[in-house]
């Protein structure tokens, strides 16, 4: 099979053993969902969960690194930056880490930490793109952090976190879903803002510092959140009742399944969502279910306490969650196309609603 590379990317290609490549999808304006590439997505997963990048830490090297690539595919892709660049820059401070309380970025813990004697700071970026549309005042916002938790080097053994399913997945389809997006050349009635969120993994830094600097966050008629989308559907309760389940026949039985977590405000997105994986016949199964606004759990959590309407796509956790085991050979990529397809269809969905 032929293979292009993306020339923005050459830099990318000195820091893993696989060159990023992949077969790009026909640019045809309009191409629905059917273009949606297992191939690119791939790609863009296999270099972000590679040992390479040591597991993304917030603040760290790996996780820059990341940084720079999608940075780099987004514009190879011409979506445009929604700041004046794509990084938004931001830092976070907490005490020393004997007293156990986690990274802040609001003005006012910054301002308290910054006067004891010893304090921490962290240097962060979320990468942000854009596609404007018809409304220059009215959002839908996606995203997915691309952080997650580094290595640990005492570990004897495996040290690297590679965070295939959380999040790099994740990333992977969103970058499909820009391409595609960018490609058709169509405007949509509400601008679409792609984010890439780093520091979820400490308190989810990146997207609370975003929401509390956005303004208005009424003009944000929905966030849609991709965290954990590749896995084989083991079943938990949503948050606050997580439990890591153990495998068993029953839950690899479950194997298409996601959670559609929303807020009450999508449930006709929501309906929508279930009817259009019917109608496009994918090899996934919803499963629908209301979230309270304010539960903890992944970057919606800033938007739902601002009142914004949420909708998790989320494959559940599994044995592999958090450990060295997340790695990029237990993705299951049909079902990982095919969850891309269906958020895809959503954001149209969503985007295009007057
Ligand atoms: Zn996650």
């Known amino acids: 099979m032929k293979q292009h590379f993306y020339p923005g990317l050459l830099i990318f290609f000195f820091l893993c053993s696989s060159p990023v490549s ?40 790996g996780g820059r690194v990341a940084a720079e690539y999608i940075k780099a595919v987004l514009s190879e892709y011409g979506v445009k930056p929604f700041y ?3 990084f938004q820059r931001f830092e976070a401070y907490s005490p020393a880490r004997e007293k156990g309380i986690d990274f802040q970025v609001h003005p006012d813990s910054i301002a308290r930490y910054r ?12 990468v942000v793109g854009c596609i404007e549309g018809e409304q220059k005042d009215g959002y839908v916002v996606i995203g997915a952090h691309y952080d997650h938790v580094g290595v640990d080097d005492l570990l004897v053994g495996d040290r690297i976190y590679n965070g295939a399913d959380d999040n790099a997945a994740s990333v992977a389809a969103l970058l499909q879903i820009a391409e595609l997006f960018a490609a058709s050349g169509k405007k949509p009635v509400k601008s679409i803002v792609f984010a890439f969120w780093d520091g979820e993994e400490i308190n989810y ?67 929508k969502t279930v009817a259009a994986i019917a109608d496009h016949h994918l090899d996934i199964a919803p499963k629908p279910v209301v979230m309270e606004h304010g539960s903890r759990g992944s970057d919606y959590l800033a938007f739902s306490l601002r009142r914004v309407p949420v909708l998790w796509f989320f494959t559940g956790l599994h044995p592999d969650y958090h450990t060295p085991g997340d790695e990029t050979g237990t993705v299951r990529l049909e079902k990982l196309t095919d969850i891309t397809k269906a958020v895809y269809l959503t954001l149209q969905q969503s985007a295009n609603e007057k």
């Open 84 to 86: 004046d660049t794509y």
């Open 205 to 271: 830094l990146g997207s609370e510092y975003f929401v509390e600097n956005f303004g208005d966050p009424s003009r944000i008629k929905a966030y849609i959140n991709l965290d954990m989308i590749s896995r084989e559907g083991l079943m938990p309760v949503l948050y606050p009742q997580f439990e890591i389940p153990e495998a068993s026949a029953e839950n690899t039985a479950a194997g298409n399944q996601f959670h559609l977590a929303f807020t009450g405000e999508l449930e006709d997105l929501s309906r």
């Open 22 to 61: 992949a077969q790009k999808p026909a640019k045809q304006p309009d191409a629905g969902p059917g273009a949606v590439s297992r191939q690119t997505i791939e790609a863009h997963l296999s270099f972000l969960a590679s040992d390479a990048l040591e597991g993304r830490e917030a603040g760290r090297n």
């Open 115 to 126: 006067q004891l004697p010893v304090y921490r700071r962290l240097n962060l970026q979320n």
